[in-house]
């Protein structure tokens, strides 16, 4: 099964997800432990959001793994 669109959170920094007991999954923001402007659940897709960090390229999980220095 693959994860809903999350919009802009897919790129986030500040997102995580979580799995509820059932097998539900939510996106949570990490932002919105610092900043109550920010949902902690927010209803997805989020397609604006002013506090949008894209993830370092080298951190977003792919055919290397996380952490790993890309090749060229
Ligand atoms: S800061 Fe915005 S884009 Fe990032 S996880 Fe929170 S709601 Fe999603």
């Not at 500040?14 to 610092?34: I, N």
């Not at 999980?61 to 060229?72: D, F, H, K, L, Y």
């Amino acid at each position: 099964m693959t994860a809903p669109d999350a919009g802009l959170c897919d790129s986030c920094t500040f997102a995580g997800r979580q799995r509820s007991a059932r097998g539900a999954e939510f996106l949570r923001c990490g932002l919105s432990d610092r900043d109550p402007a920010y949902r902690r659940y927010p209803p997805l897709p989020v397609l604006r959001c002013s506090g949008h960090r894209p993830i370092e390229p080298a951190r977003r999980p792919g055919p290397a793994g996380p952490g790993q220095e890309p090749t060229e």
